[in-house]
């Protein structure tokens, strides 16, 4: 059974940091790309962060540059998105994606991130 689920989500204040788990099952992980959206209320799902099958390449949505860093441990069958210098429009729900184009993607149940005072 194929399964991706998000941890670390939670309250945090302007300025703070988080960290974000994916743990995958089910699935070859390192024959797959992983990827973190977000959906903030009233707005469009959007890419946040790309990363490729070995771990060596990766791509970042312009606003989330010099702050956020995707990683991912084969070993472990894990991603991760380290998310410092928080601010109030990152608040949102985080998915999980794992793609493998053009055989499979799966999502996350998703990870609600809040940057509040």
């Known amino acids: 059974q194929v399964q991706l ?6 309250l945090v204040q302007p ?3 988080l960290r974000l788990s994916c743990s995958v099952s089910g699935f070859r992980f390192n024959l797959y790309v ?3 959206y977000r959906q903030a209320p009233g707005k469009k799902r959007e890419l946040v ?6 771990g060596g390449n990766t791509n970042y949505v312009d606003s989330v540059k010099g702050r956020f860093t ?4 084969n070993a472990k069958n894990t991603m991760y998105l380290q998310m ?3 601010k109030p429009d990152d608040t949102a729900v985080y998915y999980c994606n794992a793609r ?3 055989i499979n993607s799966y999502w996350g149940q998703g990870t609600q991130v809040t940057v509040s005072s």
Request: hydrophobic fraction near 30%; charge should be positive.
């Open 100 to 102: 493998r184009m053009p």
């Open 34 to 36: 992983m990827r973190w």
């Open 84 to 86: 410092n210098s928080l």
């Open 49 to 54: 962060a790309h990363i490729d099958r070995g």
């Open 15 to 17: 300025g703070g940091s």
């Open 5 to 10: 689920v998000e941890s670390g989500g939670g």
């Open 70 to 73: 995707i990683s991912r441990n």
